[in-house]
């Protein structure tokens, strides 16, 4: 299965508070997994990502946590702001079989309102 | 940093006119993509190429095609444009090899067929 679920689809969290996005997946091929961030009126760039043969990485207030038993990765916001207001996209890789080259799949995205 | 740029930020478009979104990268990058994002279904894939003059079908290729005469440059073209490719259209691109997973993305076409 080449799909990534993303949930929930919309998430309103309060100033200070932690915000979790989940992730799943069925291809045991995936072997990168990466977070974006879109802001209105931008194109979605690439926040944090991690590879399966590690279970979290943290970078500032992001986390990723990885469960690769349970096919399942989620992204934590740590002392959310205001200014993390915008859609996340979670995102799978995997090498396709011709060229060595490279494909993400992506989730549907959540969009995320951080309350002052 | 990396820029991608896209031709135009708004366009609008009658149903049936030829439709031509460009998109640039300036940093040697080897991979161009095209998405359309539409609320609730997130991103879409096109097209993209992995080489100059080579292109591959993306998941939604129906009435679009593309072109990549240089590196540096990927075009999305709707033949014959209709109601429903209005939408946010996003270019992206991304190195070779290890770092083809990093995708860039530009600010994207909104793009409005009347």
């Known amino acids: 299965q080449q799909q990534v679920k993303q949930s929930p689809q919309s998430l309103i969290v309060q100033k200070g508070g932690i915000s979790i996005i989940n992730c799943a997946y069925e291809n045991t091929a995936f072997d990168y997994f990466p977070w974006y961030q879109q802001f209105p009126g931008k194109g979605p760039a690439l926040l944090i990502a991690?590879?399966?043969d590690v279970s979290e990485k943290k970078e500032g207030r992001f986390t990723i946590s990885f469960n690769k038993s349970a096919k399942q990765f989620s992204l934590h916001i740590m002392d959310s702001q205001p200014g993390d207001s915008a859609t996340y996209f979670c995102?799978?890789?995997?090498?396709?079989?011709?060229?060595?080259?490279?494909?993400?799949?992506w989730g549907l995205g959540t969009s995320l309102a951080v309350n002052p | 940093d990396v820029k991608v740029t896209q031709s135009s930020r708004y366009l609008v478009k009658r149903t049936g006119e030829k439709v031509f979104l460009e998109c640039v990268q300036d940093m040697d990058h080897e991979n161009m993509f095209w998405y359309r994002q539409d609320p609730g279904l997130g991103l879409r894939l096109i097209y993209f190429s992995y080489d100059v003059k080579m292109k591959e079908k993306g998941d939604i290729p129906e009435g679009y095609s593309v072109s990549r005469e240089k590196k540096e440059r990927f075009s999305l073209i709707l033949e014959s444009a209709s109601t429903n490719q209005t939408s946010m259209y996003l270019c992206?691109?991304?190195?070779?090899?290890?770092?083809?997973?990093?995708?860039?993305f530009g600010p994207g076409t909104r793009l409005t067929v009347t």
């Open positions: 991690i590879r399966p």
């Open positions: 992206a691109s991304s190195p070779g090899n290890a770092g083809a997973y990093e995708q860039y």
């Open positions: 995102a799978a890789g995997y090498i396709r079989n011709a060229g060595n080259n490279r494909k993400l799949i």
